[in-house]
């Protein structure tokens, strides 16, 4: 048996699966292994420190798998915003086929992505912004739950309603995102309504995620409550690992008058950086989300999905279809 539906048609892939793009994580070795796996392995184009950087990282994944992957996008406030316009030239003219993007005012990048014939997935987090990424062209829409890890909007509305209230109204293929980690959650997924699913945290913790090892077993040992909140007095929530950085970030950021500035040191890419190539769990913020509390062991990417889709497999074929009672005569 296997999982056939628009995204695994749309985006030529075996199973409805997609890897998200996360900074410094979502390199060569974690995207080709996912897509090897039969999944949509994501490269992450602002890990690459220029534009030709990103060039050479999507041949050197070429050079790891023949299988679709994509380079995801993202578009976010900054104290010095990196040049979009340049990675995303290098994205076309390095003949990527699906993009992953998100954050705010994508409108420019979707238009020139779509105009090369190139596939869009845009992440959101609110059914509004789902409409209107879906009005402005792109292809597969990522709803992503507040359990998530990464900036799960102002809204905080949990993935068991947020995907199908999407999916009331959108109509072109959606993948759920947020609290996913195995099986039971692509089931679900896909009983609410999506296509598929989007996973970030669960990929950090396999064999070939680009971390160290001891962030990996740290997301092993944390468990559904051990994330922070930040950023929410600031308009621009952040879901995080709990640490020493996070707390204090979280105490700093409650008093009266805080400005962003305050926590700026405590908050740097370098310093998250730094924790996820060290393993030093306290040197910065270590993104994740609530699903930690479902990640139990460090599997190969493929171990991992093939595990998911035997699982969701079973419990659609049955586990829920022994409770359909036979009608009364």
């Given amino acids: 048996m296997a999982l056939k539906t628009r995204i695994t048609q749309l985006l030529g892939i075996e199973h409805p699966i997609v890897q998200g793009g996360m900074m410094w994580v979502g390199r060569a070795e974690l995207a080709s292994a996912v897509s090897n796996a039969g999944g949509l392995g994501i490269l992450t184009a602002l890990t690459q420190p220029t534009p030709d950087d990103l060039r050479r990282e999507i041949d050197r994944c070429r050079s790891m798998t023949d299988k679709p992957f994509g380079v995801n996008l993202t578009i976010l406030p900054s104290v010095n915003p990196p040049p979009y316009a340049e990675y995303r030239k290098a994205i076309i003219e390095s003949g990527v086929r699906i993009v992953e993007t998100a954050g705010s005012g994508p409108r420019e990048h979707v238009e020139d992505f779509k105009s090369h014939g190139i596939t869009v997935l845009h992440k959101c987090t609110a ?12 292809d597969v829409i990522s709803i992503d739950g507040f359990e998530c890890a990464g900036h799960p909007g102002e809204d905080d509305i949990p993935g068991l309603v ?16 947020g609290g996913i980690g195995d099986g039971r959650g692509l089931a679900a997924a896909l009983a609410l309504g999506a296509e598929g699913v989007n996973m970030g945290t669960r990929f950090c913790a396999t064999r070939e995620a680009p971390i160290h090892d001891n962030i990996k077993r740290f997301l092993v040992e944390n468990d ?5 909140l930040i950023f929410r007095q600031f308009r621009n929530t952040g879901r995080v690992a709990k640490n020493s950085i996070s707390d204090e970030v979280v105490t700093i950021a409650q008093v009266p008058g805080a400005q962003f500035q305050d926590v700026q040191p405590l908050v740097s890419g370098a310093r998250g950086r730094t924790a996820l190539e060290t393993g030093d769990t306290e040197a910065g913020l270590v993104w994740a989300g ?7 062991d460090i599997p190969s990417c493929a171990e991992l999905l093939t595990r998911m889709v035997s699982e969701a497999e079973s419990i659609i074929a049955t586990r829920l279809g022994a409770m359909l009672a036979e009608p009364v005569a």
Wanted: proline share 5%.
């Fill in 224 to 228: 559904e409550r051990a994330t922070n």
């Fill in 162 to 177: 947020l995907i199908p209230a999407a999916a009331d109204q959108v109509k072109i293929p959606m993948l759920a995102s």
């Fill in 290 to 296: 609530q699903v930690q509390g479902l990640i139990r």
């Fill in 127 to 138: 059914v509004r912004h789902a409409l209107s990424a879906e009005r402005m062209g792109v």
